[in-house]
């Protein structure tokens, strides 16, 4: 059965997935690249030289884009989601590029907070935009492939240690800003809105507002207990998946004992290239999973969340190359999984109008999580624990995991109307 992608015809929704591709690699990287030039950095900016002020700096970005996210999504479903992300593109490259010209730790504080204003518009907007265009049989999939930007980002970040150290941390920043302010342009000229929404408004402002209140779709998605379910299924595994985001580099260069020019692209390029393997596995899987059993999804995103809870113990226990990097390599294809199922798993629950909200509000729990263990790890690091504590995050997944698949019993493949 061919699966409507919105008037455009199959070929313009998968374009869209390539071009916002890109737009989640720029937005993965431009984070990204400053957990592994701490090195660089702290030569100029001597607070960085504590542990517990660098932890503060990455863990701004993630109060701000927490706070921001539920905003975000509701903004997503109300407005133009090409211009939102546009927008948000231009703004968070010229943050990146602005960082290059500063030394003090306070201004490079507050840029991290912009940024995580700009960069906290996109996701919500990016993923439910990919929702409309690929229904039925090939979302998973696409999300998934949207999702390895995100990972190719993050290893590209890795190469920011890189870039600093033949040249310097100024020229990284301004590189990286860019060619994010350069592929906006892109997105005017190419990028386009789904014509479905388009379409409904017209008809629908006679009957109804086509775009409901804010205090009506949050009280919607609140009065849900399986959306419940999932923001704390979402949340959990969050612990760890930021706590390797911002802390992988340093744990690989401590634990293996290389310098961290070396170990950023390591510990970057061994996670993203292990997930991308995870997102287009769980994607395929997942979509055909759910063609003969509705928890098809549930049941894919749980065997990857599975395989994050070993891969933990790895990362605590482990002192040699072999576990370290079986750990990254197991955590990437788990994660990968539990990553390119997430909004496809929402939208069996929410229909098209709440779902960016849904998302938002996801996105904030998560990056709450990250924000808080990003902190407390950065104490760990400082005495001398991070491996240990990092073992610990495997407890409360488990226990995200188990409760999931009790819990989480979707009626439909995919919700199309309020009930």
């Known amino acids: ?90 703004v968070w490259s010229g943050v990146t590029f602005s960082m290059g010209y500063t030394s003090n730790f306070q201004v490079l504080y507050g840029l991290r907070a912009v940024m995580g204003i700009s960069e906290a518009l996109y996701i919500p907007a990016g993923l439910s935009l990919i929702a409309d265009y690929h229904r039925g049989s090939t979302r998973s999939l696409a999300v998934g492939i949207h999702m390895t930007g995100l990972y190719v980002g993050q290893a590209m970040g890795g190469f920011g240690a890189t870039v600093a150290d033949a040249w310097s941390w100024q020229s990284a920043f301004h590189l990286f800003g860019v060619v994010g302010l350069v592929y906006s342009a892109v997105l005017v000229i190419a990028l386009r809105e789904h014509p479905e929404r388009k379409r409904v408004a017209p008809s629908a402002v006679a009957a109804k507002p086509k775009k409901p209140p804010v205090l009506s779709s949050l009280t919607l998605l609140l009065g849900m207990t399986s959306f419940w379910m999932i923001l704390f299924y979402f949340a959990v595994p969050s612990f760890p998946g930021w706590a390797v985001k911002n802390w992988m580099p340093t744990l690989f260069s401590e634990s293996l004992g290389i310098e961290m020019a070396r170990a950023g692209p390591i510990a970057t390029i061994t996670i993203a290239a292990s997930s991308f393997l995870g997102v287009i596995a769980g994607g395929i899987l997942s979509d055909r999973w759910v063609a003969v059993n509705l928890r098809g999804r549930i049941f894919t995103s749980a065997i990857g969340l599975a395989l994050t809870i070993p891969s933990l113990l790895f990362f605590g226990l482990g002192r040699e190359i072999f576990w370290i990097i079986g750990g990254a390599v197991l955590f990437g294809i788990g994660y990968g999984m539990f990553d390119a199922n997430n909004m496809p798993i929402l939208c069996q629950f929410v229909s098209p109008r709440h779902r960016a909200a849904g998302y938002g509000l996801m996105n904030m729990t998560g990056v709450f999580a990250g924000a808080l263990i990003t902190s407390l790890l950065g104490r760990s690091t400082d005495s001398g624990h991070l491996g240990r504590d990092m073992a610990f995050l495997a407890i409360p997944v488990l226990i995200a995991l188990v409760l999931q698949l009790i819990i989480l019993r979707p009626t439909v493949a995919d919700k199309l109307a309020d009930d």
């Not at 090195?39 to 100029?44: L, Q, T």
Request: proline share 1%; net charge positive.
């Open 1 to 90: 059965m061919r699966h409507n992608t919105g008037g455009r015809g199959s070929g313009y929704a998968w374009l869209v997935v390539g071009l916002l591709w890109v737009v989640a690699l720029l937005n993965y990287m431009d984070r990204q690249m400053l957990s592994t030039m701490k090195s660089s950095m702290m030569v100029d900016i001597l607070e960085l030289e504590k542990a517990e002020n660098f932890g503060k700096l990455m863990a701004v970005f993630l109060w701000i884009y927490g706070f921001m996210s539920p905003v975000a999504g509701l903004i997503a479903d109300r407005i133009n989601r090409k211009w939102l992300i546009v927008a948000s593109l231009f």
